[in-house]
């Protein structure tokens, strides 16, 4: 790998005076993002922990979750369903669990210390202003509001408590007790509407049919050990060994803060997600291109690009898939750097600049 990274610097150094693109590989950091239909409850739902009432039995699983890296098969099977009306965003999740127990009964504490379930959610649809609901299965909760991802030196709000938020936590087992073994544990909540439709981009209405928004779930799962009685997340040398991270939407690393890679939703007005077709992004490749080539040069290994003097210019031709390859541009600006990357359709560019904002931009 370090070869490969020696490599990629020296060709862009020697390419740097010439107009010839330098060619990369970013099949490995480019997602297709997972999708799902969210309908529209038509009653009330009891947040109890149950999905038992008609609106969540006609409301479909998601695929069961996969390891955040998109490698590995998790040991216990997790997945959720998604429901919405004019007051709720309401979400039931069902992790199976051997040992179910949990510690940290202080809300906005470091939940994911805990085993737990987690929400992302960008009702804008962006990598900004994204919402974070975290719960342990004591049915301690974490809320925190970030204005931009960690990498972008993003802010964690810890005041962004969802006063209306409703959660619900049911233990097919025994909470905290180790000895015996467990089934499952279910999550239910329900999101306020109003809180999501404030971090929208204008107009902030509620969903209309076919609007689009970005979200992902995670799980953290931790070995454990039993001391007195008491489980402990597990160590060796005295030192936590890593937590597992399983994800609805791969992030291809272990990190929920890359936005650009989580699943979509799309809204139906109606009672039920069957026969409504996703309304696909036609340019989801090149702005999955245009993500990859930003997270390389802010802190990766094209970093030295930012080195360059202002009017530095740089083309790359990019494969980023098995049988596609597209071409983009770097610009060295006054005030940071610019990628423009080209799409099969002539019309329209993607830009991305160091600010990580995207633009797709008409041509003509």
Request: glycine fraction near 4%; charged fraction near 25%; hydrophobic fraction near 35%.
């Amino acid at each position: 790998m370090r070869r490969l990274i020696f490599i990629l610097i020296a060709a862009i150094s020697s390419c740097k005076n010439e107009n010839e693109p330098i060619y990369i590989d970013i099949q490995n950091e480019v997602v297709t993002p997972k999708n799902y239909i969210v309908a529209k409850a038509e009653k009330n739902l009891l947040i109890d922990g149950l999905a038992n009432e008609q609106d969540w039995e006609n409301a479909p699983f998601t695929d069961l979750f996969i390891d955040i890296e998109g490698i590995k098969i998790p040991r216990f099977d997790t997945k959720a369903k998604m429901l919405w009306d004019d007051n709720y965003f309401y979400v039931f999740a069902q992790m199976e669990e051997q040992h179910i127990w949990g510690s940290l009964k202080q809300r906005d504490t470091v939940i994911f210390y805990n085993n737990d379930f987690e929400l992302f959610i960008s009702p804008s649809g962006t990598v900004r202003n994204y919402g974070e609901v975290e719960i342990n299965a004591l049915g301690t909760v974490w809320d925190l509001l970030l204005d931009r991802p960690y990498r972008d030196s993003g802010n964690a709000n810890n005041h962004w408590n969802l006063d209306d938020l409703k959660t619900a936590v049911k233990v097919y087992g025994s909470l905290n007790n180790p000895n015996d073994e467990d089934s499952l544990w279910t999550v239910e909540m329900a999101v306020p509407m109003k809180a999501l439709v404030e971090l929208k981009s204008h107009p902030k209405n509620l969903p209309v049919e076919g609007e689009q928004w970005r979200l992902n779930f995670s799980r953290v799962q931790w070995g454990h050990e039993i001391v007195n009685g008491t489980y402990f997340r597990k160590k060796e040398n005295d030192k936590y060994l890593p937590e597992y991270n399983w994800s609805w939407s791969p992030q291809k690393v272990i990190n929920m803060h890359e936005p650009e890679k989580w699943g979509t939703i799309q809204f139906t007005t109606l009672s039920s997600s069957n026969n409504i077709t996703f309304i696909d992004n036609p340019y989801l490749a090149e702005e999955q291109v245009a993500y990859a080539l930003y997270r390389r040069t802010i802190g990766g290994i094209m970093k030295d690009l930012l080195e360059e003097k202002a009017g530095f210019i740089q083309r790359f031709r990019i494969k980023y898939s098995e049988s596609n390859d597209l071409e983009a541009t770097f610009y060295k600006t006054n005030f940071g750097f610019e990628y423009e990357v080209y799409t099969p359709l002539s019309d329209y560019k993607i830009y991305i600049s160091d600010s990580g904002i995207l633009k797709r931009k008409e041509t003509r």
